[in-house]
Protein backbone atom coordinates (compact mmCIF):
# COMPACT_ATOMS: atom_id res chain seq x y z
CA UNK A 1 0.00 0.00 0.00
CA UNK A 2 2.43 2.35 0.53
CA UNK A 3 2.30 3.76 3.78
CA UNK A 4 5.19 6.33 4.52
CA UNK A 5 7.15 5.18 7.87
CA UNK A 6 10.74 5.88 7.19
CA UNK A 7 10.92 9.36 8.79
CA UNK A 8 10.37 8.42 12.51
CA UNK A 9 12.81 8.31 15.49
CA UNK A 10 15.48 5.42 15.04
CA UNK A 11 14.42 4.68 18.41
CA UNK A 12 11.00 4.66 17.93
CA UNK A 13 9.63 1.03 18.42
CA UNK A 14 8.61 -0.58 15.30
CA UNK A 15 5.07 -1.22 16.81
CA UNK A 16 4.74 3.16 17.18
CA UNK A 17 5.58 3.75 13.81
CA UNK A 18 2.09 5.17 11.74
CA UNK A 19 1.25 6.58 8.32
CA UNK A 20 1.40 9.84 9.68
CA UNK A 21 4.83 9.91 11.71
CA UNK A 22 6.66 11.82 9.21
CA UNK A 23 4.55 15.05 9.80
CA UNK A 24 7.38 17.74 10.89
CA UNK A 25 5.95 20.96 9.34
CA UNK A 26 6.05 23.64 12.32
CA UNK A 27 4.01 25.92 10.35
CA UNK A 28 1.43 28.25 12.66
CA UNK A 29 -2.25 27.68 12.03
CA UNK A 30 -5.16 28.62 13.92
CA UNK A 31 -8.50 26.90 13.83
CA UNK A 32 -11.51 28.58 15.07
CA UNK A 33 -14.92 27.27 15.37
CA UNK A 34 -17.59 24.99 17.02
CA UNK A 35 -16.10 22.62 19.26
CA UNK A 36 -18.83 20.23 19.03
CA UNK A 37 -19.73 20.84 15.08
CA UNK A 38 -18.20 18.06 12.61
CA UNK A 39 -17.59 20.27 10.03
CA UNK A 40 -15.02 21.94 13.00
CA UNK A 41 -13.84 18.19 13.99
CA UNK A 42 -13.28 17.60 10.20
CA UNK A 43 -11.06 20.42 9.34
CA UNK A 44 -9.39 20.17 12.94
CA UNK A 45 -8.62 16.57 12.27
CA UNK A 46 -7.11 17.43 8.73
CA UNK A 47 -5.17 19.93 10.12
CA UNK A 48 -3.51 17.62 12.25
CA UNK A 49 -2.00 16.05 8.92
CA UNK A 50 -0.75 19.46 8.08
CA UNK A 51 1.12 20.66 11.10
CA UNK A 52 2.76 20.05 14.31
CA UNK A 53 2.12 23.70 15.61
CA UNK A 54 -2.05 23.77 15.40
CA UNK A 55 -3.93 26.67 17.69
CA UNK A 56 -7.20 25.94 18.35
CA UNK A 57 -9.72 28.64 19.37
CA UNK A 58 -13.28 27.56 20.12
CA UNK A 59 -16.14 29.87 18.91
CA UNK A 60 -19.72 29.20 18.69
CA UNK A 61 -19.50 29.80 14.98
CA UNK A 62 -20.08 26.69 13.16
CA UNK A 63 -18.37 27.88 10.69
CA UNK A 64 -15.08 27.09 10.69
CA UNK A 65 -12.36 29.27 10.05
CA UNK A 66 -8.54 28.52 9.48
CA UNK A 67 -5.71 30.86 9.76
CA UNK A 68 -2.94 30.48 8.21
CA UNK A 69 -0.09 33.48 8.09
CA UNK A 70 -1.85 36.03 6.70
CA UNK A 71 -4.83 33.67 4.51
CA UNK A 72 -7.99 33.55 6.04
CA UNK A 73 -10.10 30.40 4.38
CA UNK A 74 -13.39 29.48 5.20
CA UNK A 75 -16.20 27.93 3.18
CA UNK A 76 -17.32 24.48 2.34
CA UNK A 77 -15.39 21.47 3.73
CA UNK A 78 -14.37 20.53 0.08
CA UNK A 79 -13.53 24.21 -0.69
CA UNK A 80 -11.40 24.67 2.89
CA UNK A 81 -9.72 21.00 2.44
CA UNK A 82 -8.32 21.96 -1.26
CA UNK A 83 -7.15 25.39 -0.16
CA UNK A 84 -5.50 24.06 2.64
CA UNK A 85 -3.68 21.69 0.35
CA UNK A 86 -3.11 24.27 -1.98
CA UNK A 87 -1.39 26.41 1.26
CA UNK A 88 0.11 23.55 2.81
CA UNK A 89 0.60 20.52 0.49
CA UNK A 90 2.08 17.91 2.26
CA UNK A 91 0.84 15.38 3.04
CA UNK A 92 -2.05 15.97 0.32
CA UNK A 93 -5.22 15.21 1.59
CA UNK A 94 -7.67 16.04 -1.94
CA UNK A 95 -8.06 12.44 -3.16
CA UNK A 96 -7.22 12.36 -6.79
CA UNK A 97 -10.47 10.54 -8.63
CA UNK A 98 -9.45 8.50 -11.86
CA UNK A 99 -11.18 8.41 -14.67
CA UNK A 100 -14.65 6.75 -13.72
CA UNK A 101 -13.78 6.57 -10.03
CA UNK A 102 -16.28 9.62 -9.17
CA UNK A 103 -19.23 6.68 -10.22
CA UNK A 104 -17.64 4.17 -7.74
CA UNK A 105 -20.31 2.51 -5.28
CA UNK A 106 -20.07 4.23 -1.91
CA UNK A 107 -19.45 0.79 -0.01
CA UNK A 108 -16.86 -0.30 -2.76
CA UNK A 109 -14.76 2.76 -1.42
CA UNK A 110 -15.62 2.01 2.30
CA UNK A 111 -14.56 -1.63 1.32
CA UNK A 112 -11.55 -0.88 0.22
CA UNK A 113 -10.36 1.46 2.92
CA UNK A 114 -10.54 -1.22 5.30
CA UNK A 115 -8.59 -3.14 3.07
CA UNK A 116 -5.55 -0.58 3.61
CA UNK A 117 -6.29 -0.36 7.06
CA UNK A 118 -6.47 -4.22 7.83
CA UNK A 119 -3.26 -4.83 5.62
CA UNK A 120 -1.37 -1.80 7.01
CA UNK A 121 -1.96 -2.95 10.21
CA UNK A 122 -1.01 -6.96 9.66
CA UNK A 123 2.13 -5.84 8.18
CA UNK A 124 2.70 -3.84 11.42
CA UNK A 125 2.17 -6.91 13.59
CA UNK A 126 4.82 -8.77 11.13
CA UNK A 127 7.37 -5.73 11.91
CA UNK A 128 6.92 -6.09 15.47
CA UNK A 129 7.07 -9.44 15.66
CA UNK A 130 9.77 -10.21 13.59
CA UNK A 131 11.67 -7.10 16.13
CA UNK A 132 11.06 -9.43 18.94
CA UNK A 133 12.15 -12.41 17.60
CA UNK A 134 15.56 -10.36 16.79
CA UNK A 135 15.61 -9.07 20.33
CA UNK A 136 14.75 -12.81 21.98
CA UNK A 137 13.96 -11.20 25.15
CA UNK A 138 16.66 -8.52 25.13
CA UNK A 139 15.88 -5.09 26.62
CA UNK A 140 14.21 -3.12 24.51
CA UNK A 141 15.40 -0.09 22.09
CA UNK A 142 12.51 2.03 23.27
CA UNK A 143 11.45 2.69 26.90
CA UNK A 144 8.11 3.76 26.23
CA UNK A 145 7.57 0.31 25.79
CA UNK A 146 8.29 -1.02 29.07
CA UNK A 147 9.72 -4.83 29.43
CA UNK A 148 10.01 -7.30 27.25
CA UNK A 149 6.64 -8.55 29.19
CA UNK A 150 5.14 -5.22 29.21
CA UNK A 151 5.77 -4.84 25.29
CA UNK A 152 4.36 -8.62 25.15
CA UNK A 153 1.05 -7.08 26.92
CA UNK A 154 0.73 -4.60 24.58
CA UNK A 155 1.34 -6.78 21.42
CA UNK A 156 -2.22 -8.56 22.79
CA UNK A 157 -4.20 -6.12 22.95
CA UNK A 158 -3.17 -4.70 19.53
CA UNK A 159 -3.72 -7.97 17.58
CA UNK A 160 -7.31 -8.36 19.29
CA UNK A 161 -7.83 -4.80 18.33
CA UNK A 162 -7.17 -6.17 14.66
CA UNK A 163 -8.57 -9.65 15.11
CA UNK A 164 -11.84 -7.29 15.91
CA UNK A 165 -12.12 -5.38 12.96
CA UNK A 166 -11.33 -8.42 11.19
CA UNK A 167 -13.83 -10.25 12.40
CA UNK A 168 -16.50 -7.24 12.02
CA UNK A 169 -15.50 -6.68 8.28
CA UNK A 170 -16.15 -10.32 7.40
CA UNK A 171 -20.00 -9.89 9.37
CA UNK A 172 -20.53 -6.97 7.48
CA UNK A 173 -19.83 -8.55 4.07
CA UNK A 174 -21.84 -11.13 4.85
CA UNK A 175 -24.62 -9.54 5.99
CA UNK A 176 -24.64 -6.99 4.43
CA UNK A 177 -22.32 -6.84 0.58
CA UNK A 178 -23.15 -10.86 -0.43
CA UNK A 179 -26.76 -10.69 0.61
CA UNK A 180 -26.94 -7.61 -1.66
CA UNK A 181 -25.32 -9.20 -4.33
CA UNK A 182 -27.41 -12.79 -4.13
CA UNK A 183 -30.75 -11.07 -4.09
CA UNK A 184 -30.34 -8.52 -6.89
CA UNK A 185 -32.48 -9.17 -10.06
CA UNK A 186 -31.53 -11.14 -12.59
CA UNK A 187 -31.96 -8.68 -14.93
CA UNK A 188 -28.67 -6.86 -14.19
CA UNK A 189 -26.94 -9.61 -16.13
CA UNK A 190 -24.61 -10.00 -13.25
CA UNK A 191 -23.11 -13.32 -14.69
CA UNK A 192 -24.10 -16.51 -13.93
CA UNK A 193 -20.74 -16.55 -11.26
CA UNK A 194 -21.26 -13.79 -8.90
CA UNK A 195 -23.52 -16.86 -6.59
CA UNK A 196 -20.10 -18.95 -6.34
CA UNK A 197 -17.75 -15.77 -5.63
CA UNK A 198 -19.88 -14.94 -2.72
CA UNK A 199 -20.35 -18.20 -1.39
CA UNK A 200 -16.25 -18.78 -2.58
CA UNK A 201 -15.67 -15.25 -0.25
CA UNK A 202 -17.73 -16.98 2.69
CA UNK A 203 -15.57 -20.25 2.71
CA UNK A 204 -12.58 -18.68 3.10
CA UNK A 205 -14.37 -16.63 5.98
CA UNK A 206 -15.07 -19.30 7.30
CA UNK A 207 -11.55 -20.77 7.16
CA UNK A 208 -10.02 -17.61 8.60
CA UNK A 209 -11.35 -17.27 11.65
CA UNK A 210 -9.69 -20.45 13.30
CA UNK A 211 -6.59 -19.10 12.09
CA UNK A 212 -7.14 -15.82 13.43
CA UNK A 213 -7.94 -17.46 17.27
CA UNK A 214 -5.25 -19.30 17.24
CA UNK A 215 -2.91 -16.48 16.67
CA UNK A 216 -4.42 -14.98 19.65
CA UNK A 217 -4.41 -17.96 21.52
CA UNK A 218 -0.36 -18.06 20.84
CA UNK A 219 0.49 -14.40 22.01
CA UNK A 220 -1.96 -15.53 25.04
CA UNK A 221 1.00 -18.31 25.87
CA UNK A 222 4.18 -16.34 24.99
CA UNK A 223 3.17 -13.89 27.49
CA UNK A 224 3.17 -16.16 30.62
CA UNK A 225 6.10 -17.94 29.54
CA UNK A 226 9.45 -16.56 30.95
CA UNK A 227 11.39 -14.36 28.33
CA UNK A 228 14.48 -14.94 26.74
CA UNK A 229 13.93 -18.69 27.73
CA UNK A 230 14.36 -20.98 24.77
CA UNK A 231 10.44 -21.61 24.61
CA UNK A 232 10.02 -18.05 24.38
CA UNK A 233 11.85 -17.50 21.59
CA UNK A 234 10.53 -20.43 19.74
CA UNK A 235 7.19 -19.35 20.61
CA UNK A 236 7.97 -15.69 18.89
CA UNK A 237 9.34 -17.58 15.64
CA UNK A 238 6.07 -19.28 15.33
CA UNK A 239 4.17 -16.59 16.03
CA UNK A 240 6.27 -14.54 13.31
CA UNK A 241 5.43 -17.04 10.83
CA UNK A 242 1.62 -17.48 11.46
CA UNK A 243 1.49 -13.43 11.36
CA UNK A 244 3.56 -13.82 8.06
CA UNK A 245 1.18 -16.31 6.83
CA UNK A 246 -1.77 -14.23 7.87
CA UNK A 247 -0.86 -11.48 6.50
CA UNK A 248 0.07 -12.92 2.52
CA UNK A 249 -3.23 -14.92 2.67
CA UNK A 250 -5.18 -11.80 3.73
CA UNK A 251 -3.50 -9.92 0.75
CA UNK A 252 -4.52 -12.45 -1.79
CA UNK A 253 -8.08 -12.59 -0.04
CA UNK A 254 -8.32 -8.89 -0.27
CA UNK A 255 -7.03 -8.85 -3.82
CA UNK A 256 -9.81 -11.62 -5.08
CA UNK A 257 -12.57 -9.41 -3.21
CA UNK A 258 -11.64 -6.65 -5.22
CA UNK A 259 -11.01 -7.95 -8.56
CA UNK A 260 -13.96 -10.59 -8.85
CA UNK A 261 -16.61 -9.31 -6.20
CA UNK A 262 -16.68 -5.61 -5.76
CA UNK A 263 -16.81 -5.02 -9.24
CA UNK A 264 -20.41 -6.45 -8.65
CA UNK A 265 -21.32 -4.02 -6.40
CA UNK A 266 -20.84 -1.66 -9.02
CA UNK A 267 -23.14 -3.74 -11.81
CA UNK A 268 -25.94 -3.11 -9.46
CA UNK A 269 -26.12 0.73 -10.59
CA UNK A 270 -28.11 1.51 -7.04
CA UNK A 271 -29.35 5.31 -6.93
CA UNK A 272 -27.34 7.55 -4.34
CA UNK A 273 -30.26 7.27 -1.47
CA UNK A 274 -29.93 3.42 -1.87
CA UNK A 275 -26.09 3.93 -1.78
CA UNK A 276 -26.20 5.62 1.29
CA UNK A 277 -28.63 3.15 2.82
CA UNK A 278 -26.89 0.07 2.06
CA UNK A 279 -23.24 2.12 3.49
CA UNK A 280 -25.14 2.79 6.91
CA UNK A 281 -25.81 -1.03 7.27
CA UNK A 282 -22.69 -1.67 6.66
CA UNK A 283 -21.23 1.22 9.40
CA UNK A 284 -23.94 -0.08 11.81
CA UNK A 285 -22.34 -4.15 11.84
CA UNK A 286 -18.79 -2.49 12.32
CA UNK A 287 -19.96 -1.28 15.72
CA UNK A 288 -16.75 -1.75 17.71
CA UNK A 289 -14.48 -0.47 14.65
CA UNK A 290 -16.15 3.11 14.67
CA UNK A 291 -16.10 3.50 18.29
CA UNK A 292 -13.97 2.21 21.10
CA UNK A 293 -11.53 1.22 18.09
CA UNK A 294 -12.14 3.52 15.15
CA UNK A 295 -8.77 5.58 16.17
CA UNK A 296 -6.71 2.76 16.04
CA UNK A 297 -8.10 1.74 12.44
CA UNK A 298 -7.92 5.06 10.89
CA UNK A 299 -4.08 4.98 11.90
CA UNK A 300 -3.55 2.58 9.23
CA UNK A 301 -4.93 4.92 6.72
CA UNK A 302 -2.82 7.43 4.62
CA UNK A 303 -3.83 11.13 5.71
CA UNK A 304 -5.62 11.07 2.18
CA UNK A 305 -7.51 7.63 2.59
CA UNK A 306 -8.61 9.14 6.12
CA UNK A 307 -10.17 11.98 4.57
CA UNK A 308 -11.88 9.80 2.30
CA UNK A 309 -13.08 7.46 4.60
CA UNK A 310 -14.72 10.34 7.15
CA UNK A 311 -16.13 11.86 4.05
CA UNK A 312 -18.20 8.45 3.60
CA UNK A 313 -19.12 8.81 7.36
CA UNK A 314 -20.28 11.76 7.21
CA UNK A 315 -22.21 10.99 4.02
CA UNK A 316 -24.90 8.48 6.01
CA UNK A 317 -24.70 9.68 9.65
CA UNK A 318 -26.34 12.43 11.66
CA UNK A 319 -24.24 15.33 12.99
CA UNK A 320 -23.68 14.39 16.40
CA UNK A 321 -22.55 10.88 15.85
CA UNK A 322 -20.14 12.20 13.38
CA UNK A 323 -18.86 14.26 15.58
CA UNK A 324 -18.72 11.89 18.62
CA UNK A 325 -16.57 9.44 15.97
CA UNK A 326 -14.08 12.46 14.65
CA UNK A 327 -13.42 13.88 18.51
CA UNK A 328 -12.35 9.83 19.30
CA UNK A 329 -9.60 10.39 16.90
CA UNK A 330 -8.68 13.87 17.84
Known amino acids: MGNCNCFTNSKQAVAEIAPYDFIKSTTAVQLSGDPTSSSTLYIHFALLYKTRALQFAPSDDPQPVVQIGSETISGTREMMIRLIDVKLPQPPL ?9 TAALVVKMVELQHRSVVWHLERMVRWSDDLVTRGGRRNGDPAM ?7 KKFQKSYSQ ?48 PIMNGIK ?5 IAVLDTGSHDYREALR ?53 SDLFSSFIQGLLPREAMQYLDLIMSCKEEKLVASMIHRII
Open 146 to 152: GSERMEV
Open 162 to 209: LLEVMVEHAQMEERVVFPLLETAERGKDLGASFFGLCKAANEEHGRDL
Open 238 to 290: NLSTRLRSLLEHSKEHFQEEERDVLPLMEALELSKDQQLRVLEQCFNVMQGTH
Open 94 to 102: VVMVEEGGE
Open 217 to 221: EDIKS
